[in-house]
């Protein structure tokens, strides 16, 4: 069962809203993102480590000697969205759960591996390798954080990112966005959906020119797993297809979840299967610019997708944002390694698995992701009433003690 102190810091980091804001003097992504850093900091010099603040871009917090490993973690957060029962920074503890925005991305995961090396240490066990926790602010939108860290610091020649699924994540699909420009039609005013290219929109509305709105609910979900979520923007673009040719394109092309109507279904053994999430719709002076989101199997490149939306979509694509694949053999020892310690407590012999999200394990030499959620287990991550079941923090937290032991002790 988790300390009455463990529960107080896990508590105090949830009820900081580390949403990005505008930016301040020293607070590249706002006060709420920094203040989360501040915290973090203070908490594990606290614990007797050494710590950096990145000029509000990231921070890290070191002990030990020998080479440099990492655990990578993010305190930003996504929006909040809509269809909230509980303060999403309540941190309200009910049913052996606690529901706040970021409790499984990322700040509650970053609190289990931290809780996981305080333990180690407080054991008297001396490290035989540097650990380093590297904390990012900016991950759900744009990794400003990584590319900072990356020029002016030390990179962890190994490490892992708790920040996806157990048991391991040897393989991340490739992430690209595009946006997708058309001219504003006559009749429409305005049309606006989604809060994040990631997330899908769980609400979309129309302006039209007689003054009139139509608005569609949706439930929203990780853009990388759309297919849990139901996307309130192809809704609306269903009920103007008939009057509106862009509506009519984007709706057939986007609609099918395999990506086959628009040539996107593409897959591979190692990898899987392309998602696509159409996450956002703005209007932009006499412009309707939507932004989209594919992960896409390992195989592929980013080029060929481009290229295929190019030649089917009438409006104008750009590529806006990527991030490479990442792949590691199973026999690989970094991964044979957690997958022990996951193994060890589960009682499983599981293997490892692929993802479509993106994890800060994609800037390391070589990294994986980690945890926390587990098979089977509704993560809610990106949705309302994200919560931590405190049963599964206690696990997660007990694999990455007897991982960071096996690795750096």
């Keep these: 069962m988790i ?28 006060a709420g993102v920094y203040s989360c850093l501040e915290y973090a900091l203070n908490m594990m010099k606290d614990s007797g480590l050494t710590v950096k603040n990145g000029d509000g871009y990231y921070g890290y917090g070191e002990c030990g000697k020998g080479p440099l490993f990492g655990v990578l973690c993010h305190l930003d957060v996504v929006p909040v969205g809509k269809g909230w029962h509980y303060p999403p920074f309540g941190a ?18 970053f609190m289990a591996a931290f809780f996981a090396l305080e333990k180690l240490l407080k054991e008297g066990l ?59 039609p006559r009749g429409i005013l305005a049309l606006n959906a989604g809060q994040r290219a990631n997330m899908v929109p769980d609400e979309a509305s129309v302006t039209f020119s007689d003054g009139t709105t139509l608005v569609e609910k949706g439930l929203s979900a990780h853009g990388s797993t759309p297919q849990k979520g139901e996307n309130a923007l192809l809704k609306l673009l269903n009920k103007l297809q008939d009057t509106y040719p862009f509506a009519a394109e984007l709706y057939h092309s986007f609609a099918d979840p395999s990506g086959a109507s628009i040539g996107l279904n593409f897959s591979d053994d190692v990898s899987g299967a392309l998602t696509h999430n159409l996450g956002t719709a703005r209007t932009v002076g006499n ?49 044979k390694t957690l997958l022990a310690s996951y193994n060890e407590v589960i009682g499983e012999n599981a293997r490892p698995i692929t993802i479509g999200g993106g994890t800060y394990a994609r800037v390391l030499p070589c990294g994986v992701a980690f945890g926390p959620c587990f098979p089977e287990s509704p993560a809610g991550i990106h949705c309302a009433d994200e919560y931590l079941d405190l049963d599964e923090f206690e696990k997660a937290t007990e694999i990455y003690y007897r991982a960071l032991k096996k690795l750096c002790f």
Excluded at 3 to 30: H, T
Excluded at 99 to 108: E, I, P, S, V
Excluded at 290 to 315: A, N
Aim: charged letters at 30%.
């Design 3 to 30: 300390s009455e102190e463990n529960s107080k810091r896990l508590k105090a980091i949830l009820s900081i809203d580390s949403v990005q804001s505008a930016p301040e003097k020293g607070k590249p992504f706002g």
């Design 92 to 109: 309200v503890q009910e049913n052996n759960k606690i529901y706040a925005r970021g409790a499984l991305d990322d700040k509650g995961p």
């Design 126 to 184: 001396t490290p035989k390798k540097r650990i380093r926790f590297i904390l990012g602010c900016n991950e759900e939108s744009g990794w400003a954080c990584m590319d900072k860290y990356k020029e002016r610091e030390e990179m962890p020649s190994l490490g892992f990112s708790p920040d996806a699924d157990f048991p391991v994540i040897n393989c991340e699909k490739g992430i690209v966005y595009h946006s997708l420009t058309y001219p504003l």
């Design 287 to 335: 412009k309707l610019v939507f932004e989209l989101d594919i992960r896409h199997p390992v195989t592929y490149k980013k080029e060929q997708i481009t290229e295929l939306l190019q030649l089917c979509l009438s409006g104008e694509v750009k590529e806006t944002f990527f991030h490479l694949p990442l792949y590691l053999p199973e026999d690989h020892p970094l991964v």
